[in-house]
């Protein structure tokens, strides 16, 4: 169970391992059957340690993440660690599992927000999303899904996009998720492609408010609005961009570093 | 009648070494009886009666070189067979013998190669008019699958014959294409639709479907076999209530055809429709059995080549059923290794194949239901009641997803998940999704058990992080 309480508003930080992960039973499919019993432990082992380190000793390098827009950290930053994590996993298992950790740290989501209006359209899976514009402007979202799996895409895609700004938010690619794709190896468009399916409502769902907002607020458009129209625009149902644009993907220091061995 | 199609003669392939590789005797008496017509129980020395101790499915897993193959570190273990069935190299060998010797398009050219490849394609539908005992080969038509076939039944049989208040009736187990297109229709005309639902053995309940049926009743579109819930519909009791109030009625049989006999004289449906790709042929062909009366009193309903008789500037007139309703150039490639599977099919014999297939899929259903926390849609099976060999199931606090996600990453376990084209059902049940575990006869008694302790890994794996 995750002690910090503090997790629960923006999803837990990832954890980066240094060293690769040692093929374990996973190879073989006999003694498959023997992991459940072995890794939990070890997985619960890496959650506890986790929350060993966000206790008092390090109060500010984990609480760096919960803050609200913490100074630095884009959302093509927090992008970047992502994926160099899943990067590092690479046996799909294993992503699988950093998934279900996701899964569980994610916010719970009112029933009330269990609405087909919160729907994201397109999954096999039900995955529901609320999205909000707080009064900075920012995007704030929060979702649940039946699916366990479909929990830690969607925990994951929150880190990245909780609290950013609009043109963050529209500004990730589905391409730039490629990585984490878990038991998925297309990378095409269909039903399983969460990612892709959520993404993509996040998108749409912030653009209707991006309008919404300028409708209420009289018309008049706030400066990055005028960006945002040159950046995008919405063909067949995504949004591509239509200038070309330098993302910057360079890391900024962040203390997010975790390292672990098993 | 058994139901086996007899081999009939083909022409000499123009390369004799077309056939290379895997000498089974099968393809070398092929090329050898040109001229014969062979039982298909007496040709095939390595499948009928050999060794009754080597299980059907082991005997035949030669044939398909992709299920030798690991996935994700593991051995493939492929359960998907109700989504599209793996192919015998002797398809794909009909195939690429095709585009590499005798590609040329159909009833056009005179020179050799068209003739040639007519001739083959025709003769694969004379297979298939064989392989279900229809009393014509003009009563098959060709379409690119099942759903193109009922689509073709409803925008061309549909528009003209229902009118404002007529009924369609189907049942809430029907596949989408057998949904879809009547709502589309009804939508034009005026139709409506009504839909039987299940009983307490979580079958349709067929006693409120003979209710249903009444003078308006103008179809009656119903499943064979449910891709879900495993059940067999009394198809021959259904066409009698059906036609004593004059409706006609289409029969789904995707999942009957590569499966057990199928015989439209006996089952004395009007429209049948099974896709290639469910029964050991390629993807991309399909077909439409219709009564000849009934393809003669329909109009077309794509427009193009091959489908008429003659072009005006201002008007068309159109060739008879089949070709009337074969607009442009067909899948002939397809078509002839369609022809291929049925050949195959044949050799082993459909009642050997049911038969396996029943017993494997009762394993299965034993296996599965032993487990806790499984629920497995569709009937018990029982002495009156044979299953379908596949399963839908779901496993209490786990979404079939998950479970087919960890199944194939961790231990190469092909099934699917999802909503198996099937929603309204899903619906009724209470369910959004399902996992299912379908067989098909290569699959044998050891994929069953690798698939059972895979699913046991998977529920105690994520019963862990609970």
């Not at chain 2, 082991?58 to 044939?63: F, P």
């Not at chain 2, 994700?72 to 192919?87: C, E, I, M, P, R």
């Not at chain 2, 590569?258 to 429709?273: E, G, R, S, W, Y």
Request: charged content about 20%.
């Amino acid at each position: 169970m995750n002690t910090s309480s503090s997790f629960k508003v923006f999803a837990s930080p990832p954890l980066i391992f240094s060293s690769r992960p040692p093929k374990s039973a996973s190879q073989n499919p006999r003694f498959s059957y023997q992991l459940p019993r072995s890794c939990p432990k070890s997985i619960r082992c890496m959650r506890d340690s986790v929350n060993l380190r966000s206790s008092p000793n390090a109060p500010s390098a984990l609480s760096f993440a919960t803050v609200e827009a913490p100074l630095g950290t884009k959302t093509s930053d927090k992008l970047r660690i992502l994926v160099s994590e899943f990067r590092s996993l690479t046996e799909p298992i294993d992503r699988v599992k950093r998934l279900l950790n996701y899964a569980a740290d994610l916010a719970p989501l009112d029933d009330t927000a269990r609405v087909s209006a919160n729907r994201v359209t397109g999954c096999t899976t039900q995955v529901w999303l609320e999205i909000k514009m707080d009064e900075f402007g920012r995007m704030r979202f929060k979702a649940d899904s039946d699916s366990e799996i479909s929990k830690g895409f969607c925990s994951c895609l929150i880190w990245i996009l909780d609290g950013a700004k609009p043109e963050e938010v529209m500004g990730l690619r589905s391409e730039d998720l490629s990585e984490m794709n878990v038991g998925v190896h297309g990378k095409e468009q269909s039903r399983v492609n969460t990612w892709q399916n959520v993404l993509m409502s996040m998108q749409k769902r912030t653009m209707s408010l991006v309008d919404a907002d300028v409708a209420h607020r009289g018309g008049e458009r706030p400066p990055h609005h005028h960006k945002h129209d040159l950046l995008f625009k919405y063909v067949n149902g995504s949004y591509m961009e239509s200038s070309k644009v330098h993302h910057d993907y360079s890391i900024s220091l962040l203390p997010l570093y975790y390292d672990f061995t098993i | 009648m058994e139901g086996v199609a007899m081999k009939l003669p083909s022409f000499k392939s123009l390369a004799p070494n077309a056939i290379s590789i895997g000498h089974r005797s099968f393809s070398r008496v092929r090329r050898s009886s040109s001229l014969s017509v062979f039982s298909a129980a007496s040709s095939s020395a390595t499948v009928a009666t050999s060794s009754e101790s080597v299980s059907l499915g082991h005997r035949v897993r030669k044939d398909f070189r992709i299920l030798h193959q690991e996935v994700n570190g593991s051995k493939l273990v492929y359960l998907d067979s109700a989504a599209t069935s793996q192919k015998p190299s002797v398809v794909l060998e009909a195939l690429q013998n095709y585009y590499e010797f005798y590609n040329s398009n159909v009833h056009r050219g005179i020179h050799y190669l068209s003739a040639k490849a007519t001739d083959e394609f025709e003769l694969a539908r004379k297979k298939v008019a064989r392989f279900i005992n229809a009393s014509d080969s003009k009563e098959i038509v060709f379409t690119r699958n099942a759903t193109e076939a009922i689509n073709l039944v409803a925008y061309s049989w549909g528009l003209l014959n229902l009118k404002p208040g007529d009924e369609v009736s189907l049942t809430v187990a029907e596949h989408h294409s057998c949904i879809v297109p009547w709502q589309l229709v009804s939508e034009k005309t005026g139709a409506v639709l009504k839909y039987v639902m299940l009983n307490e053995d979580e079958v349709p309940d067929v006693d409120k479907l003979r209710e249903m049926i009444s003078p308006k009743t103008k179809l009656v579109a119903v499943h064979h076999v449910s891709n879900v819930l495993a059940s067999c519909l009394p198809i021959e009791e259904i066409v009698v209530c059906a036609h004593n109030v004059g409706a006609k009625v289409l029969v789904d049989a995707c999942q009957s055809v590569p499966h057990m006999v199928v015989d439209v004289q006996k089952l004395n449906a009007d429209f049948l429709v099974a896709s290639s790709h469910k029964m050991c042929g390629p993807t991309g062909i399909g077909f439409l059995y219709g009564k000849s009366d009934l393809l003669q009193s329909m109009p077309p309903f794509l427009g193009g080549g091959e489908m008429i008789s003659d072009v005006f500037l201002d008007h068309s007139t159109y060739a008879e059923p089949p070709s009337r309703f074969e607009a442009g150039t067909p899948a002939i490639g397809e078509a002839i290794a369609l022809g291929a599977a049925i050949d195959y099919l044949s050799e082993i014999g459909m009642p050997k194949i049911h038969e396996y297939e029943v017993e494997l899929g009762k394993y299965l259903y034993g296996k599965l239901s032993a487990l806790p926390d499984v629920r497995i849609y569709g009937p018990r099976p029982s002495e009156s009641v044979h299953r379908g060999a596949l399963c839908s199931f779901n496993v209490e606090g786990l979404h079939p997803t998950d479970l087919a996600t960890f199944l194939d990453q961790q231990h190469g376990v092909a099934i699917r998940s999802g909503h198996h084209c099937a929603q309204p059902l899903h619906r009724y049940l209470g369910v959004n999704a399902s996992a299912r575990a379908s067989l098909y006869f290569y699959n044998t008694k050891e994929d069953v058990d690798s698939f059972v302790v895979a699913l046991a890994d998977t529920v105690s794996f994520f019963n862990s992080f609970k």
